[in-house]
């Protein structure tokens, strides 16, 4: 007979008020099995269980029996604060309940409460503090982990609960370099203070062994991102000291990575710490400190975006042909369309075959097409005085006689701004900018100068630059004073200097001009950069403010403080002003700032911002657009390009263009194989532009995404994250003055500071480009540029078949009857009527209805002459098959998703000292991407560690070598070298955007006589 089963718990209850204290302790261990069942009834008598657990009376045993019952109660309780401390006090009856069956779950809970109040204890005031039985706990944790191989589950806990002899322990057993490259980006892609992260970063640097060429240190991407983020020289330079001159072509190596993320004051500082060497190593160091100068990474990638330029010039003819240029939206629009596609590449023959276009700008138009030339020639730091000169104001102030000079004059000195954009801090470029800005009286060349000395010594920290633009400010000229605002933050970038900050939100809050309100507000969100919780308390203040442009700069504040750092307060805050803020022009910023927080995981973008993209309100929407295409920049994430392609139908104008802008940031360098919305954003692209109905603002953005889409000569991707996996401070940059384009049109080409050349630039250790080739494992249509634009053929009119009616048919039919029985031949009447179009009818033997074989020559009716490829056989139908790999030659472009399948093979002359991605999709092997959904696997993924400059290790140095010989200079710079050696005005033989409309007219043709009696 089966027992019956238990209905209450109350008979074993009654013997916990038993005098005997054999009956407790038996009444304990059998609640322990009966609280999943009667845990509420227990519940009551809770207060008896927690006095027998403090009773002295009961033996140990039972005490910890009491303390696990009375932490099992509080748990189904959801009292697990309680719960946890019971189970501390159940000691060996916790460890024996944990083997037990059905108590999975509240082991599991119990732990993981252990865990963060451990976490919450190691992170107080005092550390030491730690409750012994907990800290037992964590120990046995740390010690399974460490035995059953989850290592990074135990990095995680040590990272959180500050034991940082965890780490070293687990390195020192396993010797596991990724270990220490996965502790160190957890402690920097997280919300960990700064002290403390440099605290990690510190402790984690000597544990990384010296890298060497011969293992291609896998690890020397995380290195470079360790001291990229310390800016530390007293680490760098030794690292570099210990690599001359045994392993130099490494240091050159690690020398290019700095550059790419590295601040400028702290190369600066590298440079003039490294030692002179002896005889030996002085060469090398001396080639160090030239590289690190980052004019050898710019003036490469220069020439490689000028080899490899595919920009196809047919797309920006048929924008300018249809777009009137007399209106200045349309003007800038293609402006800005051709300076991003020739980004780099020095191409300026778009301007030199539409010198007629380029008249109709005027006044800002005039300052916007003048600074796209430092667009064009960015990077071109040699020449470029020399390209600008005909621009360039007089050094000595005095104003132009030529009506409109001005603007020519200050957008020239923001496009040598944008030429030396990161390089210029403390070289002539800088010193003459400030000449310019301390000499010029209009407001204008004041605003330009101001600009360009703000992007030429980005994060500088040059107090005399500050000085300049402070008098500048002073001023209280609203065109200088904003562009003046926005210098400020640029050169004391990231610096959280109290001084600079009290000072400009001062001013802030005094003048009454909303422009250099904004200058200021976005200036501070620059001064703040990278900061974090240093930022708090100025963000507090500025939401606090009742001037909505002030808020607008705390939104950014807050953004750029936490770049990179998906801080979970952050997020949440502004989440909570994109909703709630009374100012339409704040909401729109929270939304798209939410993108600087989250480019490290593009995936997450488009759930965040999905209801955020429905929103009422159309700020907020437009908003989401620029979120989604910053954050998922280059991916061609297609979630992102799900939710943008119905907001290119919004019923407003400008969420049409927020959406055409950001499907070409998504889409750039992307291919028709490895994305299926390619084709249809480029049609779509082309027809808003060409329609003549559709609002300015969507052909506007339509027109900034064709130049997106294609930038850099299409061999640019836009990331805010470098190579080495580190924040790019000039990308983040870039992009915030870019969002400033809707009050302000020339910030929009702050968007070139984003774009990162992407190819694989292979050198020796002179420096020279060696011609090898590699082998990328994956279809060539995968990568591939996308095919040149087509001219549109016209149309012949066919002509068409003219309709027999059936009556006409008849009579023509009784005809031929008749004529047959009067003996006419039959053969003249369908020869003759052969001849009538309108007569044509259907042969049976017609090759276009016949039923014979489809390979029959229309020709000669015959097989044996047709040839390959039509319908009728079976193999030539079949396409040929695409090969599942190709040879990619040096200076050639790699796209950031093509990295992971490059492979040097053993048997080549150049090997790279480093690994030239540090993703390993297991794609080593030759596979190919799947073939079926190539975007899903390849082109969503982000990238860190890819490509770029690579030292090569030459393997059979006595063999003659071959070199990629460097193009020479562009023709514009001897003749606008010449025209620099004046006093700045435009001169007339030289062609010039900043020619005067109104001057004086050609001469007249010379004279004629018309032969009249000629004609024909």
């Known amino acids: 007979m089966a027992p019956r089963p238990q209905s209450s718990a109350a008979g074993v209850l009654a013997l916990l008020a038993e005098p005997e204290p054999l009956l407790k302790q038996h009444a304990l261990k059998a609640l322990i099995s009966l609280v999943p069942q009667f845990w509420a009834e227990i519940s009551e008598h ?31 309780l959801e009292e697990y604060d309680e719960a946890l401390s019971f189970a501390l006090g159940a000691g060996s009856a916790f460890e024996q309940d944990s083997k037990t069956p ?6 599991e809970t119990v732990i993981s409460k252990a865990i963060d109040r451990y976490i919450q204890t190691r992170t107080a005031e005092h550390p030491d503090k730690v409750d012994p039985r907990l800290g037992k706990i964590i120990e046995g944790i740390f010690a399974r982990c460490i035995q059953n191989g989850e290592y990074r589950q135990a990095i995680g806990i040590a990272l959180e609960s500050h034991r940082l002899d965890i780490i070293t322990q ?94 400028q004051d702290f190369l600066e500082a590298v440079r003039t710490k490294l030692p002179e060497g002896d005889q030996d190593a002085k060469p090398i160091f001396d080639m160090i400190r030239k590289i690190l100068g980052g004019h050898e990474s710019v003036k490469l990638y220069l020439e490689f975006l000028k080899k490899n330029n595919r920009s196809d010039l047919l797309i920006l003819k048929h924008t300018k042909d249809v777009l009137e240029p007399r209106s200045s939206v349309y003007h800038n629009a293609v402006t800005f369309q051709n300076a991003f596609m020739h980004a780099g590449t020095t191409s300026d023959l778009f301007l030199r075959e539409n010198l007629d276009w380029l008249g109709y700008a005027s006044n800002w138009s005039k300052f916007t097409a003048t600074a796209a030339l430092g667009v064009i020639h960015k990077g071109n730091f040699e020449q470029g005085m020399a390209i600008l000169g005909p621009y360039l104001p007089n050094e000595n102030g005095g104003e132009s006689t030529l009506a409109g000079a001005a603007y020519s004059e200050g957008g020239a000195l923001y496009a040598l701004g944008l030429i030396n954009a990161g390089v210029g801090s403390g070289r002539t470029v800088e010193n003459y900018l400030r000449d310019i800005l301390r000499a010029a009286q209009n407001e204008v060349v004041q605003h330009g100068a101001a600009l360009g000395l703000g992007v030429a010594g980005m994060g500088g920290h040059n107090g005399e630059a500050y000085d300049d633009l402070k008098q500048t400010l002073f001023t209280d000229s609203a065109v200088a004073g904003e562009g003046a605002g926005y210098a400020m933050g640029l050169v004391m970038l990231g610096t959280a200097n109290a001084t600079c900050a009290g000072e400009m939100l001062t001013y802030a809050r005094e003048t009454q001009h909303e422009k250099i309100i904004r200058g200021l507000a976005v200036g501070l969100a620059f001064l703040f950069y990278g900061r974090q919780d240093e930022a708090d308390e100025t963000v507090k203040q ?19 403080a936490y770049a990179g750092i998906p801080n979970n307060d952050a997020v949440r805050k502004l989440l909570h002003i994109a909703v709630s803020d009374t100012s339409d022009d704040v909401r729109r910023a929270a939304v798209t700032s939410l993108a600087f927080l989250l480019f490290k995981n593009p995936r997450q973008v488009p759930r965040i911002v999905q209801l955020l993209s429905e929103s009422y309100n159309p700020h907020v929407r437009c908003g989401a657009t620029l979120a989604l295409g910053i954050a998922c920049a ?60 559709e609002d300015p603002m969507a052909r506007f953005g339509a027109a900034f995404g064709q130049g997106f889409i294609d930038a850099g000569g299409r061999n640019v ?28 049109y020339p910030l929009a080409h702050g968007a070139c500071l984003a774009f990162e050349p992407t190819g694989i630039i292979g050198l020796t250790e002179d420096l020279q480009a060696p011609k090898f080739d590699f082998i990328s494992n994956a279809r060539p249509s995968l990568f591939a540029y996308p095919s040149p634009m087509k001219t549109a053929k016209k149309e012949v009119a066919k002509v068409v078949t003219t309709a027999v009616l059936s009556t006409t048919a008849k009579v023509k039919a009784r005809e031929r009857r008749k004529a047959v029985s009067e003996g006419e031949a039959m053969e003249t009447d369908k020869e003759s009527e052969a001849k009538k179009d309108s007569d044509v009818e259907m042969k049976a033997d017609d090759p276009s209805s016949s039923g014979q074989h489809g390979d029959v020559s229309p020709i ?78 390849v082109s969503s993924e982000k990238y860190s560690g890819g490509g770029g400059i690579l030292l090569m290790v030459d393997q059979q140095p006595g063999e003659p070598s071959e070199f990629i010989e460097f193009t020479s200079t562009a023709p514009v710079v001897e003749e606008a070298a010449a025209a620099s050696a004046g006093a700045g005005a435009p001169r007339a033989d030289v062609p010039s955007i900043a020619l005067d409309a109104s001057g004086p007219e050609a001469d007249p043709p010379q004279p004629f006589e018309y032969p009249f009696g000629n004609d024909t």
């Open 46 to 76: 809770i207060a008896v269980i927690e006095s027998l657990y403090d009773s002295d009376e009961l033996p140990l045993e039972a005490r910890h029996s009491a303390a696990l019952l009375a932490s099992k109660v509080y748990y189904y």
């Open 102 to 107: 059905g108590s999975e779950e509240y082991v």
């Open 170 to 263: 687990i390195y020192e057993q396993t010797h596991d370099t990724g270990l220490l490259g996965y502790a160190m980006e957890a402690v920097l892609d997280n919300n960990f203070s700064l002290s403390y992260r440099d605290q990690v970063l510190n402790s984690l640097f000597p544990l990384f062994p010296s890298p060497t060429a011969d293992s291609k240190s896998p690890h020397i991407h995380s290195l470079t991102r360790l001291l990229v983020t310390l800016s530390s020289p007293a680490l760098t330079v030794p690292l570099l000291v210990s690599l001359v001159p045994g392993e130099k072509l490494l240091a050159y190596q690690l020398a290019f990575d700095l550059v790419e993320g590295g601040a």
């Open 542 to 560: 500025l939401l606090a403010e009742k001037d909505p442009i002030l808020r607008y700069g705390g939104v950014y504040t807050l953004a750029l």
């Open 634 to 693: 280059g991916t061609g994430l297609q979630d992102a390009v799900e939710i943008l392609e119905p907001m290119t139908k919004d019923s407003v104008d400008f969420v049409r263009q927020g959406a055409f802008i950001a499907l070409g940031m998504i889409l750039v360098q992307q291919s028709d194989a490895s994305s299926p919305s390619l084709a249809a954003t480029r049609a779509s692209y082309a027809k808003i532009i060409a329609d003549k109905h």
């Open 717 to 744: 991707t836009i990331s805010l994250q470098s190579r080495a996996g580190t924040r790019n401070t000039s990308a983040i940059v870039g992009m915030a003055l870019f969002c400033q384009f809707w009050y302000w």
């Open 860 to 937: 000669s009716g015959s097989i044996s002459n047709l040839a390959d490829g039509q319908p009728g056989d079976p193999k030539a139908t079949s396409k040929r098959k695409e090969p599942t790999w190709e040879n990619v030659a040096n200076f050639s472009r790699v796209t950031p998703a093509q990295f992971a399948y490059v492979v040097f093979p053993p048997t080549n002359r150049y090997q790279p000292v480093r690994p030239v991605s540090t993703r390993d999709p297991n794609l080593k092997s030759g596979k190919a991407p799947n073939n079926k959904s190539p975007a899903s696997t």
